[in-house]
């Protein structure tokens, strides 16, 4: 038998191989997710916040926008940055740039280069912050939070919104690695993420499904475990970690997605368009994410400050 490029010459007949296409690798997958569904955020939110919201007393628990650019705010606020000096700062998936344009207009002297797996979001990202007169402040790349293209000990501050989760296992420890490199000494990291909480008490099969289809649906192999994450940013050195349990300051904004999921589906289906496969699995997993948001003790959403 003598093989060639993928036929089989058996006895003289020539035979079709079926070969097994490789299993896409995660980072395939985050971007298959992204390129298909980044612009469905748009329904979402008019900024392209790609997160929850943050409500604060006083605010109108109806204004989602009001909320999402809240939490880019809270977020600023963590970085601890002196408005008057010049920084460097990188936002650490960046999706279509929402964060890093609250965050560019809060610290008018820094520069932000915001790092995305997708290209479409490199694209969208770029016309938008044109549009706003921040192309200048924010440069958006194609590249991978784990091997960011920066210098050792050159970056002001870090953050992560909604993107530390597709990093690796339970700690993340990829990702806490590679922003402790790039950091100055002094450096802030924050995140704004779900976290899973005590892992050691199982999950019910209603919990296990729920959280298994989250994550398929969002292309994240898991969500990182809270105890393990910050042991991790304390086995690399990071001091002053401050956890914060924003559970209940995300919960009114993420009340706001079966009716958000409602009028996209409608509004989808008056202009006669189909639903992708990613744009279904973004709507199933916003909906069962209200599931895991409602198990106070498994899950909680926390920023977490370092
Ligand atoms: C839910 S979106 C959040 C986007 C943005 N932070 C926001 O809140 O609007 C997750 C983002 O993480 C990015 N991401 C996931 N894994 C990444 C990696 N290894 N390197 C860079 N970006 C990554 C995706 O490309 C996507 O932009």
Same mark, same amino acid.
């Given at each position: 038998m003598?093989?060639?490029d993928?036929?089989a010459?058996? *006895?003289?007949?020539?035979?079709?191989?079926?070969r097994?296409a490789?299993?896409p690798s995660?980072a395939?997958?985050?971007?298959r997710?992204?390129?298909?569904?980044?612009m469905d955020? $748009?329904?979402?939110?008019?900024?392209?916040?790609?997160h =929850?919201?943050?409500f604060?007393?006083?605010?109108?628990p *109806? %204004?989602?926008e $009001?909320?999402l650019e809240? =939490?880019?705010?809270?977020?600023?606020?963590?970085l601890? /940055?002196?408005?008057?000096a010049?920084s460097l700062?990188?936002?650490?998936?960046?999706g279509?740039?929402?964060?890093a344009?609250?965050?560019?207009r809060?610290?008018?002297?820094?520069?932000?280069r915001?790092v995305t +797996?997708? &290209?479409s979001?490199?694209r969208i990202? %770029?016309s938008?912050?044109?549009q706003?007169? /921040?192309k200048?402040?924010?440069?958006i790349?194609n590249e %991978?939070?784990?091997?960011?293209?920066?210098?050792?000990?050159?970056v002001?501050?870090a953050?992560?919104?909604?993107?530390?989760c597709?990093?690796?296992g339970?700690?993340?420890e %990829?990702?806490?690695r590679?922003?402790?490199?790039? =950091?100055?000494?002094g450096?802030?990291?924050?995140v704004?993420?779900? *976290?899973v909480?005590? &892992?050691a008490?199982?999950?019910?099969p209603?919990i296990?499904?729920?959280?298994?289809?989250?994550c398929?649906?969002?292309?994240?192999s898991e969500m990182?475990?809270?105890?393990? *994450?910050v042991?991790? +940013?304390e086995?690399?050195?990071f001091?002053?970690?401050?956890?914060?349990d924003?559970?209940?300051?995300?919960? &009114?904004?993420l009340?706001?997605?079966? /009716?958000?999921?409602?009028?996209?589906?409608l509004r989808?289906?008056l202009?006669?368009q189909?639903?992708?496969?990613h744009t279904i699995?973004?709507?199933k997993?916003?909906l069962l994410?209200?599931?895991?948001g409602a198990?106070?003790s498994?899950f909680?959403?926390c920023?977490i400050?370092?």
């Amino acid at each position: 038998m003598k093989m060639t490029d993928g036929n089989a010459v058996v *006895f003289g007949r020539s035979l079709k191989l079926e070969r097994e296409a490789p299993a896409p690798s995660q980072a395939d997958q985050i971007i298959r997710f992204y390129e298909e569904a980044s612009m469905d955020y $748009a329904h979402w939110s008019r900024g392209l916040n790609m997160h =929850l919201g943050f409500f604060r007393w006083g605010m109108n628990p *109806f %204004d989602r926008e $009001a909320m999402l650019e809240q =939490l880019n705010i809270e977020v600023a606020k963590r970085l601890e /940055l002196d408005r008057n000096a010049d920084s460097l700062l990188v936002d650490l998936g960046c999706g279509m740039g929402a964060v890093a344009r609250s965050i560019a207009r809060k610290y008018p002297r820094s520069t932000i280069r915001g790092v995305t +797996l997708a &290209p479409s979001q490199v694209r969208i990202a %770029d016309s938008i912050n044109e549009q706003c007169g /921040l192309k200048n402040r924010i440069e958006i790349l194609n590249e %991978d939070y784990t091997n960011l293209p920066f210098g050792n000990d050159t970056v002001d501050a870090a953050w992560g919104v909604e993107s530390v989760c597709y990093a690796t296992g339970a700690e993340k420890e %990829d990702l806490i690695r590679e922003v402790l490199r790039v =950091l100055k000494i002094g450096g802030r990291f924050v995140v704004a993420d779900c *976290f899973v909480t005590n &892992p050691a008490r199982n999950f019910t099969p209603l919990i296990k499904k729920c959280y298994s289809t989250v994550c398929d649906a969002w292309a994240v192999s898991e969500m990182a475990t809270l105890e393990l *994450f910050v042991a991790s +940013l304390e086995s690399h050195g990071f001091t002053n970690i401050v956890i914060e349990d924003a559970s209940w300051r995300a919960a &009114p904004s993420l009340a706001h997605a079966p /009716l958000a999921v409602l009028t996209f589906v409608l509004r989808k289906w008056l202009a006669g368009q189909k639903l992708k496969e990613h744009t279904i699995n973004n709507l199933k997993a916003s909906l069962l994410a209200l599931v895991l948001g409602a198990r106070k003790s498994k899950f909680s959403y926390c920023i977490i400050s370092a």
